[in-house]
């Protein structure tokens, strides 16, 4: 099963990186497939550790998209990382095998503690929306413009109807970084 999450990773100096990325989830055990080149990649190897961060805060998703990397975060409890402040759950993983790819290495991590801060409600159409928009957008220069504008569209129909202030905002992200590589694209 791939769960949408957010991947907090820090480096030997303590600079917290956070991520937005797919996670393959099987019981105590995760794979995270960082492209290459990436931070969190960078990060992983060397210290060893990660947080996946489940939270149900789109902007955060659309944020990290955007540039927008600045949230707040908290110690981990069981290994040296950090933690977003408004994750509704977290797991703290280690490292433990590595299948490398010149593109997309699999990381294999293992469960060292799982903590529970909010329940979960479920995500509206206008989260799904906007989460979906932003692995788009993250595509974009990997996939046809044409397939993500018709997506964008479809998508739009459930953001329309069912938005709040913070889908909002994150969706104006998303749309501000289309319009500008589409305005590059044609100069």
């Known amino acids: 099963m791939i769960k949408e999450t957010i991947v907090s990773t820090q480096n030997s100096s303590g600079l917290a990186h956070i991520a937005p990325m797919g996670i393959h989830v099987n019981g105590d055990d995760c794979i995270i497939l960082p492209f290459r080149p990436s931070t969190t990649l960078n990060n992983l190897l060397e210290s060893k550790t990660a947080v996946i961060n489940y939270c149900d805060d789109v902007r955060i998703f659309a944020g990290c998209i955007t540039g927008r990397?600045?949230?707040?975060?908290?110690?981990?409890?069981?290994?040296?990382?950090?933690?977003?402040?408004?994750?509704?759950?977290?797991?703290?993983?280690?490292?433990?095998?590595i299948e490398d790819d010149p593109a997309r290495p699999k990381l294999f991590c293992k469960a060292v503690h799982t903590a529970n801060h909010a329940p979960f409600t479920g995500f509206n159409r206008a989260q799904y929306s906007v989460l979906e928009a932003a692995i788009l957008i993250s595509r974009l220069n990997r996939l046809p413009l044409a397939k993500i504008e018709s997506e964008i569209d479809y998508l739009r129909i459930g953001l329309e109807k069912t938005a709040g202030s913070r889908e909002l905002e994150a969706w104006a992200w998303l749309m501000t970084v289309i319009d500008k590589f589409k305005a590059e694209a044609t100069s």
Do not use: F, M, S
């Open 69 to 97: 990397r600045d949230w707040p975060l908290t110690i981990a409890e069981k290994i040296n990382g950090q933690v977003l402040q408004c994750a509704l759950a977290h797991t703290e993983v280690e490292l433990v095998r």
